[in-house]
């Protein structure tokens, strides 16, 4: 699969493989992350979440990693599809703070 | 049934303009949200309310005025456009019961405001 140790503001992937997205979170003091999937021309919307009790978590053909020491997030796609070409956001929380505070995006491209 | 929906989608104007983008979510939440994503793809909120009343308001300029109806409805007026406005501004809601933490929010499509 492809990856990326740290952020990156683009990832290539070739269909087929798995692909891994980072972040990096700012506020140790944030207690829920969610990942977001922005299609072109759409509003963000939910992928997964996962709060700081946890340091794993999966989905459908999708992972979330939560290393609360290094203030770490990723999001791995299994078997990424054409339709996985997006841009990905990871986003934090803080406990009873309305604002959902969000990353620099990551635009992924599925190579066919 | 769209979740979250916005108008206009596509909005230019010249300078100096005021113009409006209308917001109404048929979600039941409690907590409306502005959010400007600018040409780097970055999102930040700009306001917030929660039943009718301002929770959040960011660093934005005065320019920018909020207006919430009711709970469904969240507007976004700017006066005296400036060609640095040029964003797309996304309207979103959650739940309540300590705001975002206990749910995901719900995006609208989006408005894409151009000033020439």
């Keep these: 699969g492809e990856s990326v140790g740290l952020h990156l503001p683009t990832l290539s992937v070739q269909e087929g493989d798995n692909s891994i997205i980072n972040c990096a979170y700012s506020n140790s003091a944030s207690d829920y992350f969610i990942w977001y999937k922005q299609e072109s021309g759409k509003g963000p919307q939910f992928i997964i979440d996962i709060r700081s009790n946890m340091d794993k978590r999966q989905g459908q053909r999708v992972t979330v990693l939560l290393n609360k020491t290094v203030k770490h ?6 078997a990424t599809q054409p339709g996985d070409s997006a841009v990905y ?11 959902l505070s969000f990353g620099a995006g990551t635009t992924v491209t599925v190579r066919a | 049934d769209t979740a979250v929906s916005q108008t206009p989608k596509y909005l230019v104007t010249q300078m100096g303009n005021d113009k409006s983008i209308k917001c109404e979510q048929n979600l039941g939440h409690d907590t409306m949200y502005w959010y400007k994503q600018d040409s780097k793809k970055f999102l930040k909120i700009m306001f917030s309310y929660n039943n009718k009343e301002l929770i959040i308001n960011e660093t934005v300029p ?10 469904a409805h969240l507007n976004l007026h700017i006066n005296s456009l400036e060609l640095g406005d ?5 309207c979103a809601s ?8 206990t749910g995901e929010l719900f995006f609208g499509e989006g408005s894409r405001l151009t000033v020439l």
């Excluded at chain 1, 997030?73 to 299994?78: F, N």
């Excluded at chain 1, 990871?90 to 604002?99: M, Q, S, T």
């Excluded at chain 2, 959650?94 to 933490?101: E, K, M, V």
């Design chain 1, 73 to 78: 997030l990723s999001l791995q796609i299994a």
């Design chain 1, 89 to 99: 956001f990871c986003a934090e929380n803080r406990p009873n703070d309305y604002k």
């Design chain 2, 62 to 71: 005065n320019r920018f005025s909020p207006k919430s109806p009711d709970k």
């Design chain 2, 86 to 90: 040029s964003a797309v501004y996304f």
């Design chain 2, 94 to 101: 959650s739940t309540t019961s300590g705001g975002p933490n």
